[in-house]
């Protein structure tokens, strides 16, 4: 059999489900927004997971928060976890693996639907949430303890996969950490038949952070997310890169799978 025929079961549709929402403002969300010398405005905030899916495997990205983790910081939860993955035409229990791109609330909350699921996340990542470190209050206050306790009965039930710096998660579904917003963040990178898609998760939320080289203000190593921009600007030739808190996702991606809220990225 032809190379290229087999490649064409590598291929994935991609979608982006927006979960939650809030109004944030430039100020909020870049890091040291003084230093640009620009008047606030406000900036929507979309929370998002992503789904990578063909005839033989369904693969998330992200779990989205859970309804206290959301509320205990005034997010708008626009749909639970479950009701977010029916509307994509999803059910928990036929997703083969779930990528943590990193331990953040706001990722891995919906976590406990996935009974089944193969979990994935770097091993940076998992150390640094595991460690005495990321207990320190301005980490700490990004992530939720119990949360954090779950990864770690994953692990020790077998069912969580760390990795190095690459990994692949399925034959055409790359991970790669990039670190910079979190110690071990990781961007996801999916074949498609209309070419690669990057799920940029956190290490791009928004794509001025791209565009205009401009920090996300939750960091936790500068010179590792300004080399993440390099990288993924590096991997966008050719690709769709898809940002992982940006209203304009849904702009630049203006197919819809059902749901309002359900972004096609790729067919
Ligand atoms: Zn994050």
Known sequence: MPAHV???????EVLAVRYGTRQASAAEVFLNYHSYHEPDRPLRMD????VARNPSRTVVIDTGFSPAGGAARGRTMLLDTVPALNAAGLDPDGVAQVVLTHAHYDHIGGLPVFTEAEVIMTSD??????????RRGQFAHTTEAGELDRLKQLRGNGRLTLTGRTHSVAPGIELTQVGGHTQGQAIVTVATREGPVI?????VHYYEELERDRPFSTVANLADMY?????IRELAQGARVVAGHDPLVAERFPARAGSQDVIRISQ
């Open 6 to 12: 087999d490649a064409m079961s590598d291929w994935y």
């Open 47 to 50: 929370y998002f997971f992503w």
């Open 125 to 134: 990542e998992y150390d640094f949430w595991t460690g005495p470190m990321g």
């Open 199 to 203: 799920l940029a998760s956190d290490a």
């Open 227 to 231: 080399a993440a921009f390099d990288r």
